[in-house]
Each structure stands twice: as C-alpha cells, then as structure tokens.
C-alpha cells in the first residue's frame, strides 16, 4: 500500500510561521564513514579539498552522517538515517563503517527506541542515508528498523532507487528498500509537500534527480537539511559539488538558490556530511560563495 501524494508547491517567502510548540531539532548521527575524497568534491583538485579533509593512504577522507531528529507536538521525525547495518564485509571495511545499526544507537543514547519514531524522512536514498530505514531479521529477511513510522520519499527517488535499473547499480540496495512497500508505511510524495506543520519537503533534484531538501521551523529559527545539494561547510562554493551528482547543473542552481535565500532570512543550514559543524548560520561572500557566519 502506497499513499502518493500529489505535487504542491510552497512558497517558502510566504510559509506562514506555526504557533505549534516544536520542541527541538538536534543532530543524531547515523555513522561516520571514510570515502574516496575525489567522489565527494568531483572537478576540484585534490590539493584544495585535502586542506579541509585529509585523505588516507587509499585516497578516502571521513565523514559524519548527521541525521536530525525534530520532535514536534509529541511526534519524534527523523531525518536521514545514515547506513545502517548488515552490510557485506567488503563494503564494511571498504568503507571503515561502525558495527551494529549507529542510529539505533545514537537514538538509544538519548533514551529513544526505534519504535518511538513517528516519521521518517530520507533526503534521497543512496546507502548513506537510507542505509538505516531497514534491519536484516533474525529471519534473513529485511524489514522496517522503524516499524511505527510512516517513510517519506519522493516518488522520483522511490521508482529510480527500486528499478534495478543497469545505470543506478551500485548507486541504491534495492534489496533492503523494497520491504517498505509491504508494510504499508511508504508515503511518496511528488514535489515540494508538507509533512506536518511547520515541517515541509523540497523536491530539488540535483544529487538525484528524486533528492529533497527539508526545512524546519523550530524554536530558534528555521533549520534547513540540505542533503547532498551542500554536504560540508567546504561544499559552500557553488562550483565545489559532488562526482556523484547526476544532474550536476541543477545541483549548482540549487545550491545558489537556497543557500541565498538562507543566507537572506538568517535561518540555520544543517550539514549532513561535515565532520566539525552540523549546523551554522551563512553568509553570502559573493555571486558564487557563501562563508560561515562570523
Ligand atoms: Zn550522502
């Protein structure tokens, strides 16, 4: 059973701020993991970005996994759920990933269970960020590491990441997405849509053509997930993108576009990958560069 959701578009000037207490947002992490640091800054020489994040002797660099979880009006969201666990060992290794499922573990530290998660939100699906969304059983069998949430994708990310398709192999697990859709708890949705008050998605494309952006009116300011659209506080340069982007342009335009704007109204961006900052107000230094607010 999949509830869709049909396209709505917001108008982010004229979002009307909610009167609804939002109790809090606050970083989770879902992991951190070393990956090849030409992947994660594609045209950008290698002797620029390994001034912000070193490279190891296999060319990888680290990285956070900052997931966030918002809770609002007694509902616990959480965005992104890093990789989760029940990888091959290869790719464990490859990858230097944590043991054990990291954001059951970071929600455990703060006395919050799995079954405690009302919604789930991943900005796109590669394993990263959707690694987390299931669990092998003791039966073999995937399932829903959050059995109580509704998953929100968009529609676009769900067929691309479910198609088997030659050209996304490697990019997404179908394998572990695909018990979702069993269980009812799938809610696609097609374009820039509301979760709840005060909680909206924006279809950006970009990292992949089905990738979303979050924004969050909390109770100091508005916080927007990014996603891959900027990873790092070293990706605040409009041209410094990721090699895995498949509509690179649209990356660059989103990023313009939304970190201007954030940089206008002063709200907070929320960094997925960085390793130091999760969250930091910005500035706009010129045309194509924006800074950390001083
Ligand atoms: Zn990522």
């Not at 054990?100 to 929600?107: D, F, N, T, W, Y």
Request: contains cysteine; aromatic residues 8%; glycine residues 10%.
């Amino acid at each position: 059973m999949i509830e869709i959701r049909s396209a709505r578009t917001l108008d982010v000037e004229r979002a009307i701020p909610v009167k609804s207490p939002i109790v809090s947002a606050r970083t989770v992490s879902g992991g951190d993991y070393r990956i090849d640091g030409g992947s994660i800054f594609g045209i950008v020489p290698k002797p620029l970005w390994e001034k912000t994040y070193p490279a190891d002797r296999q060319n990888r660099i680290l990285q956070s996994t900052n997931c966030r979880l918002i809770q609002l009006s007694g509902q616990n969201i959480l965005i992104d759920t890093g990789y989760g666990s029940g990888w091959p060992e290869r790719f464990n290794s490859h990858h230097d990933l944590f043991s054990g499922c990291p954001i059951s573990a970071s929600l455990g530290n703060i006395g919050l269970k799995p079954t405690d998660i009302h919604h789930v939100i991943c900005s796109h699906l590669h394993f990263d960020h959707a690694g987390g969304t299931t669990s092998l059983g003791e039966n073999g069998q995937w399932a829903p590491t959050f059995s109580n949430a509704q998953y929100h994708f968009q529609k676009t990310e769900w067929d691309q990441a479910t198609s088997d398709a030659v050209e996304f192999r490697g990019a997404y697990d179908s394998e572990r997405l695909k018990p979702l859709q069993a269980t009812g708890q799938l809610v696609l949705h097609e374009g820039d849509d509301e979760v709840l008050p005060g909680l909206t998605l924006h279809h950006t494309g970009g990292h992949t053509p089905g990738h979303q952006s979050i924004r969050v009116e909390t109770s100091e300011g508005v916080g927007w997930y990014l996603g891959d659209i900027c990873a790092t506080t070293t990706h605040l340069s409009v041209n410094w993108c990721m090699a895995f982007d498949l509509e690179l342009l649209v990356t660059r335009r989103q990023k313009i576009r939304l970190l201007g704007e954030i940089a206008r109204s002063g709200d907070m961006v929320w960094f997925d990958h960085d390793t130091k900052f999760a969250s930091s107000r910005i500035e706009r230094i010129s045309d194509h560069q924006f800074a950390l607010a001083r």
